[in-house]
């Protein structure tokens, strides 16, 4: 035992003592040196990100973004105007096939279809044969199958007619935020697109130029939806007719 304790209370032993906590002591350094580079080189990245991400649009590209705007108000204006003489065309249509429709006795007007198995009300609703005597309604009448085609041209004109005053609201929410000082070009890339995917048939019918504005947004908005970024979208018209549609009143 004395030995033993001789030995290490021994000099040779606290200098062994001493290089292993030296030893812990560099590691250690060591492993905080490395843990400070990797959260500087970190930070340089943010701030590179950052700068890159904070690249001011220049006045020309915000005077060729205002250029597209003022083509998108031009189509919506007359995809408008066109709306406007489709819809009191169909309107005037739908008016004259009532007038030659049958008139029940309780005053609904109504439709047998071209079969003559089946009678509708003007507004979608079926009449029953315990309700009406079908041979009543003559072949002169206009059938069930001309106005309910009638009905479902106009309601999705009306649904047409939403679509571009919804077109016109991003539009000019659009202007307002690129009047604001300080819009970036990446800001500035993301609105393009997402004027681009909100953009009704419609409206784009009006635009015979489209096809050019389209490529100058194309690429953006794959990559903003490879990344998650969301966008504003716009409905697509449906014109699928129904055999018997439930119809609001004309």
Known sequence: MNQLSEHFG????SRHSEWLR?????????????QRQEASQRLDDEILDAATTAVLATETEVAEFKD?????D?????????????????R????????????????????????GMQVFDEFGTRVFA?????????????????FSAEI???????TQREQILEFQEIVDTTREKISEAGITAPELKELDAELAEALPPSVKAQMPGIESLENTTTQQAAFNAAS???????KTLDVAVSAAPKIAPA
């Open 10 to 13: 021994s000099p040779e032993s």
């Open 152 to 158: 479902s041209l106009r309601n999705n004109l009306e």
């Open 68 to 72: 597209r705007l003022d083509i998108y």
């Open 74 to 90: 031009e189509a919506t204006v007359k995809a408008l105007m066109e709306n406007d003489q489709q819809l009191a065309l169909v």
């Open 228 to 234: 998650g970024v969301s966008m504003k979208s716009g």
């Open 92 to 115: 005037a249509q739908i008016e004259a096939l009532l007038s030659q429709a049958y008139v029940m006795e309780d005053g609904r007007r109504v439709f047998k279809t071209e079969d």
């Open 22 to 34: 030296q030893q812990r002591w560099f590691i250690k350094s060591r492993q905080q040196r490395e």
């Open 130 to 146: 315990n309700e009406l005597d079908f041979d009543e309604i003559d072949a002169s009448r206009p059938t069930w199958e001309v």
